[in-house]
């Protein structure tokens, strides 16, 4: 059962609903302190205009040390709906979705992003509260060389960013195994490697080991130019051992791309 409501955004629902220094407060307990808003380049917001998404920057600051400079990284969060009917070859969904976040890709470098980070399993709809497995898996590539991977290996050598890709995984080597994974690209095009989500739910209809099942490769982290990232994949966030564990080997950034049904989304 979908949602009645169509929102904007929450930020949108809760500055309409809630007036005067109670909405500072709510944004606060909800999010914890304010940031400030960063400027965007009028290169990047064109192209955000012209491609009809938004595009906000906040800074996160920290406290100054006095005997080291601080390491700024910029990271982008890409979220979208999907461009096409569900129903369209899948072939053509995949080139529809890939010209959209190329397009996003392209507006985010501008802007300044060092790494950017995918919602969860970016390349295809939200197909799993159906159960049905054709014709979804269908959309499951090669991690290290299929279609979206290259895609975005082009882009981040083009930019010189590193890119966290959620897929559904294909494993060409082990008899075909589905795996829902983050494919992680170095600022040079090259993969650096994987990792792949812990913790998978099974909650009524809404079973994902239909299609996947829990991650052998343990809690991964991944050095990159721009500093030591790690991928939690979306219901790991509710584990905070999975947490703790990328941090205890050497995590400094820990992604969690996710992707939610409206109902299940807390």
Request: include cysteine; hydrophobic fraction near 40%; aromatic fraction near 8%.
């Amino acid at each position: 059962m979908s949602s009645p409501f169509n929102l904007e955004s929450v930020d949108v629902a809760l500055r309409n609903a809630i007036k005067g220094p109670e909405s500072h407060e709510v944004r606060r307990i909800i999010y914890g302190r304010d940031h400030p808003e960063l400027a965007v380049s009028s290169d990047a917001l064109a192209i955000a205009d012209s491609n009809k998404f938004d595009i906000r920057a906040y800074e996160i600051t920290a406290l100054p040390e006095q005997l080291r400079a601080p390491r700024k990284v910029r990271v982008a969060a890409i979220q979208f709906s999907f461009p096409t009917p569900t129903t369209a070859p899948i072939q053509e969904q995949r080139k529809a979705v890939h010209r959209k976040v190329t397009k996003m890709i392209d507006a985010a470098a501008i802007a300044g992003a060092n790494i950017i980070c995918f919602h969860e399993l970016w390349t295809m709809p939200f197909a799993f509260c159906t159960r049905e497995r054709l014709p979804w898996t269908e959309f499951a590539e090669s991690a290290e060389h299929g279609p979206s991977t290259c895609l975005l290996s082009q882009l981040a050598k083009k930019y010189g960013i590193v890119i966290v890709s959620s897929i559904l995984e294909r494993d060409e080597t082990k008899d075909d195994v589905i795996w829902n994974a983050a494919v992680v690209i170095s600022h040079t095009g090259s993969v650096i490697g994987k990792s792949r989500k812990n913790h998978i739910p099974r909650i009524g209809d809404f079973s994902e080991s239909t299609y996947y099942m829990e991650s052998t490769l343990g809690h991964p982290v991944f050095e990159t130019v721009f500093g030591k990232i790690a991928i939690n994949v979306c219901y790991g966030r509710h584990h905070p051992l999975n947490w703790m564990m990328y941090a205890v080997n050497g995590a400094e950034i820990i992604f969690n791309p996710c992707a939610e049904v409206v109902e299940n989304d807390r």
